[in-house]
């Protein structure tokens, strides 16, 4: 492999790599500007840039103000606007989509370029338009510039276009939460007169929510095995070549990529929990322990050892959404094991008058007091990756689900000496032969 081959793959890895970064920045921050800021910085830095801004289409559609940027002198970003004018690039990129590039803006004969532009000691420039949400204007535009002249690739601007992409699912992603919540406001305002027209209203504008955040995960997700799959190619084929710190950089993204698939897939299971509908029915919860511990065992092997009390009572639940619970809690126990231990868990059932508490008892590494009520959070994690990887849902999911099903959830743990969460569910009396049914459905 030549230099400048070498230099390709290096280029290609670290684009991923930003890609892969703001990809789970976008999907986590409800912060518009933090988002936009950081996508400039990520930008300038895969494609070692001086300057890169982002310039908002205003309501008039020909006025664009420099939203973020980064690099610029003081008095542009936030305050400096361009006219989209017929013979500036902007208007060039907002009519026909297409990306710009100029090795030299001061030989340029095609375009006339703001004033801030060549005071900031601009010369080379690319750029890419931000595409709006659907019938809706573009959102704006992306463009990076080096202070030297320069010869931007297609290779820069696909790049780009790809970045720019994933700024618009973000920019239409806060807007609807937005817009959800001052929906929210306006019917809270009204909620003596339209009780009934609140309700409905909101339930459909969680339920768009929900679908929206599925759809962009699953959108996500494309580009993520992409860049993985590339990024093993290089480590198979040309990890010879690439050397120790290049071979390094890929493995980074393989884990990283990783690392937001088990991501997506967890805020998937969160959000399909979000639109749940209880359908709760007689439930073997025996059997159902019994089943999702030899999945447990299977993933984790010898590291844990797990017993299931046979003596468990009937109770009333919806079958897959108790799984993926106790699922949960099975894993979390053997995940936060002491230090080369194994762990040692035990599910057993406490029947509590016309209700039964599921325990799932650990002797691992335990939860300090003060930590037990925000763990069962959204992302809320008290350990690092490199000790106890892991996305900071699966308690979450553990108590959306239960609350689903109408029960309650809590946990008993002091730091040091194991854990004892538990779930309480309705008994469902005697009716083993429907049990028996429900149980052949899920086999």
Same mark, same amino acid.
């Given at each position: ?21 703001? $990809? ?12 936009? +800021? ?36 003081? $008095? ?7 006219? /989209? ?21 001061? +030989? ?61 699912? /973000? ?134 050892? %797990? ?7 009937? %109770? ?29 868990? +035990? ?97």
């Amino acid at each position: 492999m030549g230099d400048a081959e070498q230099r390709g793959q290096k280029d290609l890895l670290r684009q991923q790599a930003t890609l892969a970064r703001f $990809g789970e920045l976008a999907l986590k921050s409800d912060d518009l500007d933090e988002i936009l +800021t950081e996508a400039c910085r990520l930008a300038g830095e895969a494609l070692g840039t001086d300057l890169a801004k982002v310039v908002e289409l205003q309501p008039d559609g020909q006025t664009l103000l420099v939203r973020a940027g980064v690099g610029w002198k003081p $008095g542009v970003v936030g305050e400096a606007t361009i006219r /989209a004018e017929e013979d500036t690039s902007e208007a060039y990129a907002l009519k026909t989509g297409k990306p710009m590039i100029s090795r030299n803006i001061e +030989t340029e004969t095609r375009f006339r370029y703001p004033t801030f532009l060549i005071e900031n000691g601009a010369k080379a420039v690319a750029n890419v338009l931000i595409i709006g949400a659907k019938d809706e204007p573009p959102f704006g535009i992306l463009q990076v510039d080096s202070r030297a002249p320069r010869d931007f690739t297609d290779a820069d601007t696909t790049f780009l276009s790809g970045y720019a992409n994933l700024i618009a699912a /973000a920019v239409a992603r806060l807007r609807t939460v937005e817009a959800g919540r001052a929906e929210e406001a306006r019917l809270r305002l009204a909620l003596e007169q339209q009780v009934e027209e609140r309700t409905a209203a909101l339930a459909r504008s969680n339920a768009q929510l929900d679908a929206f955040a599925h759809t962009i995960s699953h959108d996500l997700r494309a580009p993520l095995r992409a860049m993985e799959g590339f990024a093993r190619i290089l480590l198979d084929d040309f990890g010879a070549s690439l050397g120790a710190k290049g071979g390094g950089y890929a493995g980074r993204i393989v884990t990283a990529a990783e690392r937001m698939d088990r991501l997506i897939t967890d805020l998937l299971a969160y959000s399909r929990l979000q639109r749940y509908q209880s359908t709760s029915r007689v439930v073997d919860s025996s059997r159902t322990a019994r089943r999702v511990s030899d999945e447990v065992r299977t993933e984790f092997g010898d590291a844990v050892e %797990i017993e299931v009390i046979s003596s468990m009572p009937l %109770i009333l639940a919806e079958p897959v959404v108790l799984g993926q619970v106790l699922s949960n809690l099975l894993s979390n126990a053997a995940k936060f094991r002491r230090e080369g231990a194994r762990a040692h868990v +035990t599910v057993r059932a406490e029947p509590r008058g016309d209700r039964v508490r599921l325990w799932v008892e650990d002797d691992g590494i335990g939860v300090a007091p003060e930590h037990q009520a925000r763990i069962f959070d959204v992302f809320e994690r008290l350990h690092g990756q490199e000790a106890y990887p892991g996305t900071g849902i699966g308690l979450a999911v553990v108590k959306k689900g239960v609350e689903c099903m109408g029960g309650a959830y809590g946990v008993e743990s002091a730091l040091g000496h194991g854990s004892r969460f538990w779930i309480e569910l309705p008994a469902a009396g005697d009716s083993p032969e429907q049990a028996e049914r429900e149980g052949e459905a899920l086999a």
